[in-house]
Structures are given as C-alpha cells and as structure tokens.
C-alpha cells in the first residue's frame, strides 16, 4: 500500500526529466506514427485551395514568438500553399513582433524570386488590437501610409485597386488570441475568414466555425502538421507530432499514477478510521 | 460640467460608432472613421507610455542599489540597446536582426516551453478524481489529449472520435452559451456606459 501511495509522491525534477526525454528522443529519433486528417484541416485545406494564381489575400500575423511553436507550422504550410498558388499576400502584424515574424517567414520565398511590393508586402504592426483590424479593413492605405520597410504604400503595385478588405478575396489570421475581434470586425466584408489558432484558444472558435462565419480554422501544432499532410510537404509539424504524442501518454501515465495513489491513500485512511472506531 | 462632459462624450462617441456599424449612414462614415483614427494614435500612445512608465520605476530600482538593482538595469539596457538599434541603424539591420533572432526569439520560446512542464507537473498534482465533477474533468481531459495526438489513434480508432464528440457537442454547446450570454452582457454594460449609468471607465466608478 505505501508504495502506491508514494506514486503521489514524485518529484516535480523527476516529472521535468522525464518529459524532457519524452520530448526530446522521438524527436531525434521519430517514430513515423500515423496522422489522419481532421475535418477541420480538410475544410480549411479546400477553402484555401480555391484561390487563384494573382488573388490578393490580407494575412494577419497575431502571434508573438512564444507562441509560434504552436502556430507557425501551420502559417508555414499555409504560406507554401498559398506562395506555390500564386496567391499575392498583404501581411499585416497584430503583435508587436508580427513584422519581424513576417520578415523570417518571407525570407526564404524572396530569396527563391518571390518579389517585394508585387507578390507580397509587410504592412507591419498597427497599434490598437480590435481598432486596428477595424482600422485596417476599411482603410488600408491610410491606416499604413508607410509599409515596414518604409515604403510608401501608394507606390505598392500589390495594392493597386486595393483599398481595404472588401477588395480581397480572402482574410487569413494566425493568433493566440481569441479570434472573436476578427470575426466581428471582417464578417461585414463578405469575404471568407481563416483562421489559425493555439489548441487552448480553439474551443472558443467552434461556434463561429459551426455558423459559417469562420470559413475554416487550423487547431494547433496538429492542425499544422495536417496541413502538411494534405500538401505531401512534412515539415516541422509532422516532426513535432511525436513528441506530442510521447509528452501526452507521460502526462497521462503521471495522472493515473496520482490517482492510483489518491484512492490507495483514501483507502488506508478509511480503513484507519474502522480500526478506530472499533 | 466636470461630470457631465466625460460622460457625455462618451456617450457621442459610443453612438456614432455603433451606428456607422449597424446602419452605415454615410455621413457619419467620416466621423466614425477619424474617431478610430484617434484610437490608433492614443494606442500607439500608450506603447510609449508604457516604455517611459518602464523606464521610471526600473530607474527608481537602480537608484536603491538593492540585490534586484541588477536586473532591472539588464531590462533598462536591453529596452534602450533595442530601441535605438531599431530606430537609428534599422529594423532591418544585422543589429537588430541579432537581437530578434538570436537573443529574444530563444528567450521567448523557452518561456513558452516551459509552460508544458508547469502543464505536467499540476496535471499531476491537480487531476485527482475526488468527486465526481473531478471525475469528468480528467475523463475529459485525458480523452482529449489521447484523441488529439497520434498515439491515441494507434491504441485505438476511437479515441479521435469521441475527442470529436466531446469538442463538436459538449464544448460547442457550453461555448455557444458563454458567447452568446457575453454578447448580451456586453450590450448592456455598453448601454449603462452610453446612459452614463456605469462610469468605471472614466475612474468614477457608479452612480
């Protein structure tokens, strides 16, 4: 019995090395476990596949780079498609970092030809959270008079004819926020919204999914690594996965350890409580 | 007047964004739009007011010569080294290119990375099944997190689609009912503002 009952009883050192092994072995040596493909993914995979070579999409990059673990996979995959389509991309930064994300996104791509101001352009970040999205959509041009390279974006030939959201035909996001400012703020546009989002933040969206006014949305490092999948593109996403799988079945091992112990310890002391009471 | 006027500007500026949203009455659409404008710049505003708050009180930090003087100098440093690299040599410059990629992105990751040990040590800790809603949080965590990562797949075909089942009907309905009880919430607390009922955000608090 005490044995089960020190099962509750591990060092939290023990718990971080574990998992650090748990972590770290698949990804130097990954296992090849399967992935199937959510609905979620299939559905914003189609959504996205639909835009043609020289559509102009607005990209938001609401993430901070703690957050991109989660998050980039998937705005990497998306990019690969949507660069590897064609698709003309006006990015725009809704963190503080959001530019200097764009920058390391865009680097490889420019270097490989894509070029400045005609394929894509970084708008950089706009102050103000939900205001600035709403700032943005109305009036791009004057909510950023000067891009983040600091030029200005009247002399852009990707945003000839482009004024605001209405002249897109796509609004895609990556945040670690909530995505209820976007779907406010972009719905009035008529334009289909995608959204890529951390697996916490994503129980929120499901409503907005589930009504239509999300056309799709990318859960997490999963999300990513199935949008690879669908690209027959592994990448990053794909190698993460079994880590993920691994860190999952340890956290799950400890919690059945914990509760193995709880009910061995209640147990003991139900039982001492009889002897007790004889 | 002292009163009156912040309250009644409020309830002006409130009214003539909510109706250029709803009604989109064409000559309130430039007023709607230079009042937004204001927003950006008070905004963009408050970042630097935030820099130079953060200078003060790390300063005052430094000027007491204590055992965290230390850090707060190391924060002041790299705040200014960051700011002037950005703003004199270039955003786009090695400098900066430096500091982004090869100091504070590693940082960065590492304090996000550290969430998943803090994650599996309370898990641990936490997840105990003393009734019996403890009893449906772990179920339902530890489904989840089968259902979502490969693994769960590999021991069992159907941990995905209860995974599924939990996240397309019991999660849907609980998140539909939070945000559509926010939105009403919303609404209303909105109104007590335009009426000049709730004055919190003014910092008078309630009539």
Redesign the interface.
């Known amino acids: 019995m005490k044995t089960l009952q020190k099962l509750g009883q591990?060092d939290?050192r023990v718990?971080?090395a574990l998992?650090i092994l748990a972590?770290l072995i698949p990804l130097m040596r990954p296992l090849g476990?399967?992935?199937?493909i959510?609905?979620h993914t299939q559905r914003t995979f189609g959504v996205l596949d639909t835009l043609q070579a020289g559509d102009k999409v607005i990209m938001d990059i609401g993430y901070?780079?703690?957050?991109?673990?989660d998050v980039q996979p998937q705005t990497i995959a998306v990019l690969k498609h949507l660069f590897g389509k064609g698709v003309r991309i006006i990015f725009v930064g809704n963190q503080?970092?959001g530019?200097?994300v764009i920058?390391?996104l865009v680097k490889p791509y420019e270097a490989a030809g894509k070029k400045y101001g005609v394929d894509f352009c970084n708008l950089g970040y706009?102050?103000?959270?939900e205001?600035?999205i709403?700032?943005y959509c109305?009036?791009l041009k004057?909510?950023y008079p000067v891009d983040?390279?600091k030029n200005q974006t009247s002399s852009l030939p990707i945003l000839d004819g482009v004024n605001g959201a209405k002249d897109v035909k796509m609004f895609v996001f990556f945040t670690t926020q909530n995505s209820d400012m976007y779907v406010r703020q972009i719905t009035?546009y008529k334009i289909p919204i995608v959204g890529g989002l951390i697996?916490t933040i994503s129980?929120?969206a499901?409503?907005y999914v589930?009504a239509g006014q999300l056309a799709g949305i990318l859960v997490?490092l999963?999300g990513g690594a199935e949008y690879e999948m669908l690209m027959k593109a592994p990448g990053v996403g794909v190698a993460s996965?079994?880590a993920?799988?691994?860190?999952?079945?340890?956290?799950?091992a400890?919690?059945i350890?914990?509760?193995i112990s709880?009910?061995a310890t209640r147990r003991a002391g139900a039982k001492g409580d009889k002897g007790g009471a004889k | 007047m002292k009163r009156i006027l912040p309250v009644a500007i409020s309830a002006v500026v409130g009214l003539i964004l909510l109706v250029d949203?709803f009604l989109k009455v064409p000559a309130l659409k430039q007023t709607a739009?230079e009042i937004?404008?204001w927003?950006?710049i008070v905004?963009?505003f408050?970042?630097a007011l935030a820099a130079v708050n953060l200078l003060l009180i790390h300063g005052k930090r430094i000027a007491k010569k204590d055992r965290q003087s230390i850090h707060s100098f190391i924060l002041i440093a790299a705040l200014l080294v960051t700011t002037f690299s950005g703003i004199f040599i270039g955003?786009?410059s090695g400098v900066f290119d430096f500091i982004?990629?090869s100091v504070?992105?590693p940082l960065?990751?590492v304090?996000?990375?550290m969430t998943?040990?803090h994650?599996?040590?309370a898990?641990?800790?936490a997840?105990?099944?003393?009734n019996l809603q403890a009893v449906a949080l772990?179920l339902a965590?530890?489904l989840l997190?089968?259902g979502?990562?490969?693994?769960?797949?590999?021991i069992w075909k159907g941990f995905?689609k209860i995974a599924?089942w939990i996240?397309?009907v019991v999660?849907?309905a609980g998140?539909?009912g939070?945000?559509i009880s926010t939105a009403v919430g919303t609404v209303g607390a909105g109104l007590r503002i335009l009426a000049g009922i709730d004055r919190s955000h003014l910092g008078s608090g309630t009539e």
């Open positions: 591990i939290s718990i971080y998992l972590l476990l399967p992935i199937s959510g609905k901070s780079v703690s957050g991109a673990a503080t970092e530019p200097m920058e390391s706009l102050a103000g959270g205001n600035a709403a700032s109305r009036d004057k909510s983040f390279r009035q697996n129980p929120q499901e409503p589930n997490g999963r996965m079994d993920q799988s691994m860190g999952h079945l340890l956290i799950i400890f919690i350890f914990a509760n709880y009910l | 949203y739009t937004q404008d927003g950006l905004a963009a408050a970042l955003t786009r982004f990629r504070f992105t960065a990751a304090f996000y990375a998943a040990f994650l599996a040590s898990s641990y800790r997840f105990r099944a003393k772990l965590g530890v997190m089968l979502r990562a490969p693994i769960g797949e590999v995905p599924d996240t397309n999660n849907l998140s539909r939070i945000l």
